[in-house]
């Protein structure tokens, strides 16, 4: 038996209910692909994350930087000196490179526009080569190349990248605590070697650099003095030079192909040679 006819409001009403029903199921359809493509796509992501064992850094007209991945789990910077890394710039940048989870193929992107057939730096990450472009109309993202494959990263990973030693590296001259420190004299024959005093040691284990640059140091003014440094640092005796400019001063290990620049400011009164 039938009922009265609806209303123009009860099928209204109706149709409403019917529709929302149908808009659930497409939305959760989408929803259940979109999480198996992540569930997929995780492993891979922690995988590469864990792989990561060393890292190279091409830039134009600068020495390659190299970082590896230590039996601890610590990175370094073994190329083109030996340096502890900074943790705070090193772990932003190791997951930034990580593979996106939205990428574009190679062949559907205008590389030459997207600033890829002549990157503005390269990243070899273990053996993958992730070139870096410039950046979208937004100015918030990068175009990144990893294999045929064209992803977006953060924008400052080409300024952190440009900064180089000074901003991959620890800038602390003395990363370990000094045990002792010994002015040596320019001529062994000329003066007693001078062991820094308790209190001024404070000020040298203190000492961070402005700049870490490659040694020899390019188009600098000649050195106004220079002397010998030995420093103790547990069972260690490093060896390591001090050399005054007029407007900065450099401290390099001995053999090393870096040195640290300091401000003349920032100097105890015994490196005042």
């Known amino acids: 038996m039938k009922g009265p006819p609806l209303t123009h409001t009860q099928k209204t009403r109706r149709l409403v209910v019917a529709a929302s029903a149908l808009l659930l199921v497409l939305l959760a359809g989408v929803g259940a692909v979109l999480w198996n493509d992540f569930q997929r796509s995780k492993p891979q992501f922690q995988q590469a994350q864990a792989d990561a064992h060393s890292i190279r850094i091409q830039r134009k007209a600068f020495a390659d930087i190299v970082m590896q991945l230590d039996a601890a789990g610590l990175w370094s910077i073994t190329e083109p000196c030996s340096l502890p890394v900074n943790p705070q710039r090193m772990q932003p940048l190791l997951d930034a490179l990580q593979p996106a989870a ?79 420190l010994v002015l040596l004299p320019e001529q062994p024959t000329e003066l007693a070697p001078e062991v820094i005093s308790v ?33 103790k640092i547990g069972d260690q005796q490093l060896s390591m030079s001090l050399h005054l400019y007029p407007r900065y001063a450099a401290v390099r290990y001995e053999n090393a192909h870096c040195a640290f620049l300091i401000s003349t400011d920032s100097l105890p009164d015994t490196a005042q040679l």
Do not use: C, H, K
Request: proline share 5%.
């Open 199 to 231: 209190d001024e040691l404070a000020q040298w284990q203190a000492l961070s650099a402005q700049q870490i640059v490659t040694w020899p140091l390019q188009d600098s003014e000649p050195a106004t003095a220079s002397r010998s440094l030995r420093a």
């Open 102 to 180: 939205q990428s574009f193929a190679a062949a559907d992107v205008d590389l030459e526009a997207a600033g890829l057939l002549d990157p503005e730096a390269v990243i070899v990450m273990n053996e993958q080569a992730l070139a870096l472009g410039i950046t979208d109309l937004s100015g918030e993202r990068r175009y990144l190349q990893r294999g045929e494959r064209i992803e977006f990263v953060p924008e400052w990973i080409l300024s952190l990248v440009n900064g180089g030693l000074s901003a991959l590296a620890s800038l602390d001259v003395f990363p370990q605590p000094l045990d002792e």
